[in-house]
């Protein structure tokens, strides 16, 4: 989580700082040759960007699947 009170600031900002391409609220990556594919939702469905690399992301909630703690772990 962002120090930018989730305004999605950070990884924009450091993109253009760093003059890199950008994937915001990426909820599937897959990487390529030299590339990644990154899937994210809007209003409309899903979009689908392929970017060259080094690249910039920023995660949606869907991103990963939280693993959660067993209780036999967790003792």
């Known amino acids: 989580q962002a ?3 989730d305004c999605n600031q950070t990884g924009q900002l450091l993109a253009a700082m760093l003059d890199w391409p950008q994937g915001t609220f990426a909820s599937r990556v897959e990487l390529e040759d030299g590339a990644v594919r990154v899937q994210r ?4 469905g899903l979009e ?3 970017l060259r690399l080094p690249a ?3 995660a ?4 990963n699947e939280p693993r959660y703690a067993t209780l036999p772990n967790i003792m």
């Open 3 to 5: 120090i930018d009170d």
């Open 41 to 44: 939702e809007v209003d409309g």
């Open 56 to 58: 910039v992301l920023t």
């Open 60 to 63: 949606d909630l869907r991103l």
């Open 48 to 50: 689908t960007l392929r």
